[in-house]
């Protein structure tokens, strides 16, 4: 692509446009997880997770709504991302936007065991040869079925976030420490996804990591959004 093209699809917009909605999948996503269901979910107590659900029903749609809002953001970020970057290397560009597609399937179609849990509990005389000890199971099973969903998608958002942290690094309109900070974030959601399958023990020592990919991709956002581009006339 010449540098006049480039010059035609408005990169300064494009940057902004891209924070927007790195903002946006941050604020749905955080909000789906710690205030939905990091308080309401107990995969060791079926009747708490159970009670919660049923007492705060809206709230669990909330999260729903919220996350297919973020997965949507997600695959315009996507799109965006590669127009800005194709310059840089368009091959890497493609392939961090193919990564970032394959987590937004994954996610969006996990998201129907999310909800399945909703089902179970609202609509539970559709299985009336089961006794309630079965249906408060089978609700807890689907949400972890959802957790470990979440994390395998998580698996191929840091292989994106690999490539985007190099295309940022290598590029010239963005300062690198934010490359470095994808970086960091990329290992961190890497980390942490293995260790749900691999390790599942140490997973609750996991989660307070989750910070520095949270504090890495505000701050590309927010820079994106009020800065854009740092572009070489």
Request: hydrophobic share 55%; charged share 10%; aromatic share 14%.
């Amino acid at each position: 692509m010449t540098i006049k093209s480039y010059r035609e699809v408005n990169p300064l917009f494009s940057a902004r446009v891209a924070g927007l909605l790195y903002l946006m999948i941050i604020v749905f996503g955080v909000s789906s997880e710690l205030l939905v269901r990091a308080p309401n979910i107990d995969f060791t107590d079926p009747v708490a997770t159970a009670r919660n659900i049923s007492n705060h029903e809206s709230l669990f749609r909330f999260g729903f709504l919220a996350d297919t809002i973020m997965l949507m953001c997600d695959i315009a970020l996507a799109v965006v991302f590669y127009v800005l970057f194709r310059p840089v290397n368009e091959t890497l560009s493609l392939l961090a936007a193919a990564f970032r597609l394959t987590q937004a399937v994954i996610l969006s179609v996990n998201l129907l065991f999310y909800y399945s849990a909703i089902l179970l509990l609202s609509k539970w005389s559709y299985f009336s040869l089961q006794n309630d000890e079965n249906i408060l199971a089978m609700a807890t099973f689907v949400l972890d079925i959802h957790s470990h969903g979440y994390d395998l998608g998580l698996i191929f958002f840091s292989l994106s976030n690999f490539i985007l942290a190099y295309l940022i690094i290598k590029s010239q309109y963005i300062p690198r420490i934010f490359g470095y900070g994808l970086l960091a974030a990329a290992i961190v959601y890497l980390a942490g996804s293995y260790t749900r399958f691999m390790l599942p023990s140490y997973i609750d020592t996991m989660q307070v990591i989750y910070l520095l990919p949270l504090i890495a991709e505000l701050a590309l956002s927010v820079y994106l959004l009020s800065k854009g581009l740092r572009y070489i006339q």
